[in-house]
């Protein structure tokens, strides 16, 4: 996953015309930890869409602005659109994140 620095590349990134998924974390967080240990099968699994990661605490402002209360939390953006949000209290596992990537997608 490829990391985001500035909010300038955050929207640069999100205007894209293909669905991409952003993984919002903290280096401090020790459920962003854990879904390290398990996502990147995930990620495998959905290569068909561009991954990024963004640490909430160096982009404060893109956190507050698509209502990222807490972390891990993974959305999904298309045209500079929120299409999907899976909030950290849904992100605790494989499954979790599997099905809400399979009913964002899968629509």
């Known amino acids: 996953m490829e990391s985001i620095k500035t909010t300038e590349q955050f929207n640069d990134t999100v205007q894209n015309d293909q669905p991409v998924i952003v993984k919002f974390e903290a280096g ?4 962003c930890k854990a879904m ?16 990024y990661t963004v640490n909430r605490d160096e982009l404060e402002d893109v956190t507050a ?25 849904n992100a605790k596992s494989p499954e979790q994140v599997e099905s809400f990537l399979d009913e964002t997608f899968n629509k």
Request: charged content about 30%.
């Open 28 to 31: 401090w967080c020790p459920d």
């Open 36 to 51: 390290d240990m398990w996502i990147d099968p995930i990620v495998e699994k959905y290569k068909d869409y561009e991954w």
């Open 65 to 89: 602005e698509n209502d990222v209360m807490g972390i891990p939390s993974i959305l999904v953006f298309k045209n500079g659109e929120k299409l999907a949000h899976l909030h950290s209290a």
